[in-house]
């Protein structure tokens, strides 16, 4: 709900305002959010992954989209 409330008041996309307000400012000029990796360069994302109570599981990209 934050997040669409920064939305409309700002009148600009969540990512943008991320990159500008968290991101930039951190000098984490290499952070994309999963959106933006896959439709450019998924070969550059990170392997994603679930836990449960037996560990680490890997997670399949497409279920992301």
Do not use: K
Not at 26 to 46: H, N, Q, Y
Request: proline letters at 5%; aromatic letters at 10%.
């Amino acid at each position: 709900m934050a997040g669409y409330v920064a939305e409309v008041v700002e009148r600009r996309q969540w990512e943008q305002l991320i990159n500008e307000y968290l991101l930039q400012p951190l000098g984490m000029t290499s952070t994309l959010f999963v959106r933006d990796v896959l439709m450019t360069s998924p070969e550059d994302m990170a392997e994603s992954c679930g836990w449960t109570e037996h560990g680490c599981f890997p997670v399949d990209l497409q279920l992301l989209e």
